[in-house]
């Protein structure tokens, strides 16, 4: 038999509470974040609503289902992604298993979803260039946009941490910013000279003053350094489409940038310019080097790619 039903899903149908126990208890006791939580959400809604169409019961369902369902996935999303949605399949399962919602895991003898490893694709520093001064103008949202590229230039932030920047987050004298990551997870970067006079025009009195409302509608907003047109704290999607406008206008592919590209540019160029993996790794707010590393085989395919196109003797051409 079904098991107790909770919230609605997108179809209109309504969730198994077992997941929205398991979603409570990601939040409460494990701390993930919003967006984390979101993408729980996402998958499972996906998986029982692909339960309830197939007559399945989350109670009873079994591991050739599971392959089954991993089996359709594979031929409608990217192995990232299928990897990503077992992992939350996996996780939610086992907690079945813990609350004595079932006796057994269907997904402990599955074998995972191979992800290929591909290198971050970094933009040229030409290309960085073009995309700053794509942006033009002296008006409030020219401001705060230009504000915004230059900060997750120099910092390697993801949009997030940028987005939930509060004022005192920022030390313009010191050129200093405090950011949250994974887990709440607080740390410290440097920014340089053009991101800490992009960010004093957006904070004068041309910038983020004639943004902000008389009242404002939620708590947090007033702190927030960024804010939308509605004097409200801007939001990671509106951030992330601002970004791929200036990369249009720029002339730059539109699958070449997104904000992630940006902080994978600063680390590369920091690496090409003779960084230390470790600064690198603190910038970034990776939790292992290992994660890191992956921006120093970027540069050394940067390096080789450089050397077969201009060595004379590279491709077997002889001087002419």
């Known amino acids: 038999m079904v098991a107790a039903v909770a919230p609605i899903d997108g179809d209109g149908a309504l969730l198994p509470i077992e997941v929205e126990e398991f979603l409570s208890s990601l939040a409460t006791e494990r701390g993930r ?3 984390t939580l979101a993408a729980y959400r996402r998958d499972l809604t996906a998986y029982t609503r692909w339960l309830r169409g197939s007559g399945l019961d989350l109670r009873r369902v079994q591991t050739a289902d599971l392959e089954r369902y991993v089996g359709l996935r594979r031929g409608e999303a990217a192995p990232a992604s299928v990897a990503r949605q077992l ?5 939610f399962h086992r907690f079945c298993v813990d609350e004595d919602h079932r006796r057994d895991d269907p997904t402990a003898t599955m074998d995972g979803v191979a992800v290929p490893a591909g290198l ?3 933009l040229p520093e030409a290309d960085v260039l073009r995309l700053l001064d794509a942006v033009t103008g002296s008006d409030p949202l020219a401001l705060r946009d230009r504000a915004i590229l230059e900060l997750l230039y120099a ?3 993801r949009i997030s941490e940028v987005c939930g920047l509060n004022l005192d987050d920022v ?3 010191n050129r200093v910013a405090r950011l949250y990551g994974k887990g709440s997870k607080e740390r410290l970067v440097p920014f340089g000279r053009a991101a800490a006079s992009a960010l004093a025009d957006w904070l004068g009195r041309g910038g983020r003053p004639l943004l902000a409302p008389e009242r404002w509608a939620r708590r947090g907003d007033a702190d927030a350094v960024f804010l939308n047109q509605r004097g409200a704290r801007l939001g990671r999607q509106v951030a992330w489409a601002m970004v791929k406008r200036y990369g249009a206008l720029a002339g730059l592919p539109a699958d070449a940038l997104s904000p992630h590209v940006l902080r994978h540019s600063c680390a590369t160029h920091l690496l090409d ?3 230390d993996l470790r600064v690198v790794q603190e910038l970034l707010g990776h939790a292992s080097v290992s994660t890191t590393q992956v921006y120093t085989k970027v540069s050394q395919e940067r390096l080789l790619q450089v050397y077969r196109d201009a060595h004379p003797r ?3 051409r002889r001087p002419g």
């Open 120 to 122: 971050p694709k970094p």
């Open 314 to 316: 590279a491709r077997g």
């Open 33 to 35: 974040s919003t967006n």
């Open 87 to 91: 992992a939350a399949i996996r996780m």
């Open 171 to 173: 030390d313009l004298g």
């Open 273 to 275: 310019h003779g960084a």
């Open 155 to 157: 910092t390697g932030a």
